[in-house]
């Protein structure tokens, strides 16, 4: 397994298009998480799968924003109608159980989203 | 929301100093994790804490966590150019729900 893996990594759309993104965790862990992270800033919790599950999301997660986990294997972030504001890099992370210990969460490489 | 505030947010020193970062939190988590992020990079985990008062070495890095499990430090001996980087703390306050929370972070530059 080569670790986490995020498609594509870079996306420049124009305002008020719809893009997605993918995530492939770590094929035995069974959470995987988004986190969005702007310039400067650290990365802020938006959603988390166990498994197929969605069992917590963000405020941040505004109506816009779906995620789905179908097979509890890759996950989808969908943002629609974009806005400048969107423009973030988007981290996934999986972990196996909470990821509080041992090797914690492991993280892609990210997808860098503009809206221009 | 639980908080953590990291500081310095950034700093810049020359090859072979020594250096301490903070993270402090006026909220208690179970345990408290410290990550590094290179540029367009994800970040990368140096260390769980989980015990208050717990110190650990990750070879010239050493991470302490507050006995009250609400703040910890990082310690750099010897800071090498290539421990340039942004240092995130982040926090579990436990229950099993939530993801990671994580502090703004310092961007740490060393200078050969």
């Known amino acids: ?116 | 929301t639980q908080l953590l505030e990291q500081s310095p947010q950034f700093l810049s020193i020359q090859e072979g100093e020594n250096l301490t970062v903070y993270c402090n939190s006026s909220s208690v988590f179970s345990s408290l994790q410290w990550y590094r992020q290179e540029p367009g990079e994800g970040p990368v985990l140096l260390v769980t804490v989980v015990t208050g008062g717990e110190v650990k070495k990750l070879k010239r890095l050493t991470f302490q966590f507050g006995d009250a499990r609400k703040d910890s430090s990082l310690h750099i001996t010897a800071a090498q150019p290539g421990d340039t980087g942004l240092y995130l703390c982040a926090g579990f306050s436990g229950g099993g729900a939530d993801g990671l929370t994580f502090g703004k972070g310092t961007h740490l530059i060393i200078q050969p």
């Not at chain 1, 420049?12 to 492939?24: A, H, M, P, S």
């Not at chain 1, 924003?65 to 890759?74: L, V």
Request: proline share 4%; net charge positive; aromatic share 10%.
């Open chain 1, 1 to 116: 397994d080569t670790g986490v893996s995020q498609d594509p990594r870079h996306k420049i759309t124009k305002r008020g298009q719809n893009v997605t993104f993918r995530c492939d965790p770590i094929s035995e862990h069974n959470r995987l998480y988004w986190y969005r992270q702007t310039l400067g800033q650290g990365p802020e919790f938006l959603t988390y799968f166990q498994n197929e599950a969605q069992l917590e999301k963000s405020r941040l997660l505004s109506d816009r924003f779906s995620a789905e986990r179908p097979k509890g294997s890759f996950s989808t972030l969908e943002i629609q109608r974009t806005e400048q504001g969107d423009s973030a890099m988007y981290l996934c992370a999986s972990s196996r159980g909470q990821g509080d210990s041992g090797p914690g969460y492991t993280f892609g490489s990210g997808t860098r989203l503009t809206v221009v």
